[in-house]
Structure formats: C-alpha cells, structure tokens
C-alpha cells in the first residue's frame, strides 16, 4: 500500500493471518522482503517523478481471530531488518 501526505510517501508492507500461531505476521517480514520493497519504492519513486520527497517504509501486521473473525492491526512505522515488533 502507498500513501501520500504532503512531502511524505509512506510504503507500507501489509501481512495478514487468520491466526497469530504459529507466528505473528509481522513476523514474516524478512529482511529480503524489505530489500526487495526498498527496490520496488525506489523504482516506483523515480517512474513518477514526484519531486523531493521523504519515504518511509512501514508494517502493518493484521490477525483475523478477534471475537466474530474481527480483525487486530498492529502498525509499525519505519521498519528495519532484523524487523522488531517492539
């Protein structure tokens, strides 16, 4: 997903599971995933030609096991590798 305010591109790596077992999604971001995303961000940045901008690239890790299938986000802003879910 990508989104814009002002001067600010978020790029933001979206992982979903229908539980939290064996791992928490965001647990299966890798740091290749997040080379391959810096890549495709900066490919995506130069193609549109947008100007000075800053981006960042975050998680949004989300689990269908509330109560009714109801869905729990956790977001994370500017992520690294080794990713940490702090």
Request: proline content about 6%; hydrophobic content about 40%; charged content about 30%.
């Amino acid at each position: 997903m990508i989104a814009r305010r002002g001067s600010l591109i978020v790029v933001c790596e979206v992982r979903s599971r229908a539980s939290a077992r064996p791992v928490f999604p965001a647990e299966t971001i890798t740091g290749k995933k997040l080379a391959r995303v810096r890549r495709a961000t900066a490919m995506w940045l130069r193609r549109e030609k947008l100007g000075r901008v800053h981006a960042r690239i975050d998680a949004a890790a989300v689990v269908f096991d509330g109560p009714g299938g109801e869905p729990r986000v956790e977001y994370y802003e500017n992520v690294s590798f080794p990713f940490r879910s702090e």
